[in-house]
Structures are given as structure tokens and as C-alpha cells.
């Protein structure tokens, strides 16, 4: 099983919802890999503290032009369209910032002309938290589109056990590639009113999306009717609320997770995974 843990805004705690939620899983015996396709900013690494094993540095295919090879036909100028290839009149120049990496100039080049050579974007880090299995993206600084680097990452997770996904905040390209293809949307939201906004943001990004969906509402300091209004709305279920507390937020300031902190959160994430199970069960049904 999949589960995406995404938000529509940053600051919600998302990373603390998606690492305590594997702490939990690892404590009741599943077999857990933890992803962070965060990867402007990652930050699991900092509460679960992995023992890194590799490193392997990633990168998108971006044309590279032969002018002795090439006829100046501008197809693969006419094909891009994020412009990274231009056909000017008596030369092609490429701009591989641009390029996302399809490998349509060189595809459909009737000269042969275009090659194929790698851009750097980013790394990706595999390693372990204890039994926990963990990776990571990071892109490299100055670079535009992580949607590349994310699939990346997600093509690292195993096919069996649970994977956590920690998303990207909001509802661009990067966080919809990271729940794409997920078994389950975890969305995490704060009972703001900004929060509210950005939470509807997002379930209306994700309607169409085929997996199930459903609601954590961070740092709940009594009744929210207007977010659950919102949630029936849509359909989605609330699956846990949890509770504001001094004591997370001074966890949280020296890199401790919840889990480890506070006692009382343990109960919190037993009945966010069963709730997890009960919806995806009721959904596939």
C-alpha cells in the first residue's frame, strides 16, 4: 500500500503526520519505507535521523544538437512546447533549463541529429531510520522543475509493504506527481481559515483522482465545524484530529517526533491507521 500525505499550503504538519504515522506502522510490525519527494526542501531526515547507505546523483535527458548532422527542418522546434529547442534561421539553440526531458526532438528528428545527453537535477538518498526503510530527493539548488527528480525517488519505493509518501505542499505539478499514482490520499490540513482555503484548493485538485481520500486535521484546539463542513462537502472523511500541544512543538524544535515525546500521540496514529484501512476498504468495495 501507497499512501500519499500531501497538503495544500506548507506548515500544516505534513512531515509530522507522514513520520509519525511510519513510526507507528514500523512499532506495530509492518514492513515501512519512508519517501520524501519533498524535494525543494525534504526535512524527514531530520526527525528520523537515517543511517544513509547510497547516493546517486539524477538527472533529465536534454538535446544535444549535431550542426554538421542537422537541416535546419524546425521539427523539433514546432514540437517543444517549453520552447527548449529553437530553430533559428541559420542555427538551433537549446536551452536544457527549459526542457523537461521527453526525448521528442530526438525521436522525431528526420536527420538524426539530436542526441541525448544528461542534465544533473538532483540526488537521491536510500539508507534506513532503524527498521524503517527511508528515501530521499533533493534537488539541486537553482534548478526550476522537480517533477522529474520525484519520479525518481518513487521509482526507488518497493512494491511490497507500506510506503509513506511525503509530498509537496499546494496543488502544482510536483505534488500531483507525488500522489499520482498513490493507493491513498492522507490530506493534512490546520483549522485556519487559510487552511480551510488551501484544503479546498486541493480536494478540488484531486477529485478526479481515483484512489480514496481522507482528512487530518493538525493542531485542533476545540470544534471546527467550517472545516468539517467543508470535508462532507466533498466526501472525504475526517480520519483523526489532532490536538494542539505545547509539548510536539518543543519536540519538534530539537528534531523529535511526537511519537517519541508525547505518549498520548501513540493513540492518535493507531486510530489514523485504522482509519486508513476502514475507508480504503469501504472505497474498494
Not at 32 to 53: N, W
Not at 91 to 120: K, N
Not at 193 to 219: Q, T, Y
Request: proline share 7%.
Amino acid at each position: 500500500m501507497k499512501i500519499a500525505v500531501a497538503s495544500g499550503k506548507g506548515g500544516t504538519g505534513k512531515t509530522t503526520v507522514a513520520v509519525n504515522l511510519c513510526l507507528f506502522l514500523v512499532d506495530a510490525g509492518l514492513q515501512v519505507t519512508y519517501a520524501d519527494c519533498d524535494v525543494e526542501e525534504p526535512d524527514g531526515h531530520l526527525f528520523l535521523k537515517p543511517e544513509i547507505v547510497t547516493r546517486r546523483r539524477t538527472g533529465i535527458p536534454v538535446p544535444h544538437v549535431d550542426p554538421e548532422a542537422c537541416n535546419l527542418c524546425g521539427e523539433c522546434g514546432s514540437l517543444c512546447r517549453y520552447s527548449a529547442i529553437v530553430v533559428l534561421k541559420d542555427r538551433v539553440m537549446t536551452f536544457p533549463e527549459l526542457c523537461h526531458g521527453c526525448g521528442g526532438c530526438a525521436y522525431i528528428c528526420p536527420a538524426r541529429a539530436i542526441a541525448e545527453v544528461d542534465r544533473p537535477i538532483g540526488s537521491i538518498d536510500r539508507g534506513n531510520a532503524g527498521k524503517l526503510g527511508f528515501i530521499s530527493g533533493c534537488l539541486d539548488i537553482g534548478q526550476a522543475m522537480s517533477p522529474p527528480l520525484i519520479k525518481e525517488v518513487l521509482k526507488e519505493t518497493p512494491d511490497d509493504g507500506v510506503t509513506i509518501v511525503d509530498a509537496p505542499p499546494g496543488t502544482s505539478c510536483p505534488a500531483m506527481t507525488a500522489v499520482g499514482d498513490c493507493d491513498y490520499l492522507l490530506l493534512v490540513t490546520e483549522p485556519t481559515p487559510f487552511g480551510r482555503h488551501d484544503l479546498e484548493l486541493m480536494l478540488k485538485a484531486v477529485c478526479s483522482l481515483p484512489m480514496p481520500k481522507g482528512v487530518v486535521m493538525n493542531r485542533v484546539n476545540g470544534p471546527d465545524a467550517a472545516t468539517e463542513e467543508l470535508c462532507d462537502k466533498y466526501g472525504v472523511p475526517v480520519l483523526a484530529r489532532i490536538p494542539e500541544d505545547r509539548l510536539v512543538a518543543e519536540a519538534y524544535s530539537k528534531g523529535l517526533t511526537a511519537w517519541e515525546a508525547v505518549s498520548g500521540y501513540r493513540t492518535v496514529f493507531a486510530d489514523l491507521w485504522s482509519g486508513i484501512q476502514k475507508d480504503a476498504g469501504r472505497c474498494g468495495e
